[in-house]
T-cell receptor, first 113, second 112 residues
Framework: KQEVTQIPAALSVPEGENLVLNCSFT??????LQWFRQDPGKGLTSLLL?????REQTSGRLNASLDKSSGRSTLYIAASQPGDSATYLC????????????FGRGTSLIVHP | DTGVSQNPRHKITKRGQNVTFRCDPI?????LYWYRQTLGQGPEFLTY????????KSRLLSDRFSAERPKGSFSTLEIQRTEQGDSAMYLC??????????FGQGTRLTVV
């Protein structure tokens, strides 16, 4: 059974800092890995999708990397802003055919001015 | 616009009542998933459909829960005889051809 762990569970930083959020998973037989953002009381917004054959994806100030063999992914946020405050969730989809994303518990990020 | 509409957004119900949630993908997608999320946790898989066929159910989906996807378009999730432990956010997701998952805004259920 796939297990996904996200570290740290919570993070509070001043505006302008560069951040690294970590995601690890136990079964390396994955189809892809996806990072989401969730604002309080809202649904999930897709940030980046990395296919198993890829090493990284970039969107604006966000960069996600994937090391499938070691079961790790990192989400790098450059020059953080208060608007980045949210919970960031990592989801891993296995390659077994059912394509069911398995989530970590998320990292709760607060960026203060 | 996530491509998935969920209704209602909020539902407050008394313990023992039945509730039904609806998920409407804006466009056709083969796969539709239901998740449950409690406070401080990540979403937990409940069930998924490929077209109108329900292919997998989590053990979290007790016999009080039933989901349908008639005609392979919208889906409903019904909870019978609600309990306080059912209070959670219920999320619907679709996968596009690249298997990127898109989620709706969720239905927040509060059982009092």
């Amino acid at each position: 059974k796939q297990e996904v762990t996200q570290i740290p569970a919570a993070l509070s930083v001043p505006e302008g800092e560069n951040l690294v959020l970590n995601c690890s998973f136990t079964d390396s037989a994955i189809y892809n890995l996806q990072w989401f953002r969730q604002d309080p009381g809202k649904g999930l917004t897709s940030l980046l999708l990395i296919q198993s054959s890829q090493r990284e994806q970039t969107s604006g100030r966000l960069n996600a990397s994937l090391d499938k063999s070691s079961g790790r992914s990192t989400l790098y946020i450059a020059a953080s802003q208060p608007g980045d405050s949210a919970t960031y969730l990592c989801a891993v989809t296995g390659s077994g055919g059912s394509y069911i994303p398995t989530f970590g518990r998320g990292t709760s990020l607060i960026v203060h001015p | 616009d996530t491509g998935v509409s969920q209704n209602p957004r909020h539902k407050i119900t008394k313990r023992g009542q039945n509730v039904t949630f609806r998920c409407d993908p804006i466009s056709e997608h083969n796969r539709l998933y239901w998740y449950r999320q409690t406070l401080g946790q990540g979403p937990e898989f409940l069930t998924y459909f490929q077209n109108e066929a329900q292919l997998e159910k989590s053990r979290l989906l007790s016999d009080r829960f039933s989901a349908e996807r008639p005609k392979g378009s919208f889906s409903t999730l019904e909870i019978q005889r609600t309990e306080q432990g059912d209070s959670a956010m219920y999320l619907c997701a679709i996968l596009d051809q690249g298997t990127e998952a898109f989620f709706g805004q969720g239905t927040r259920l509060t059982v009092v």
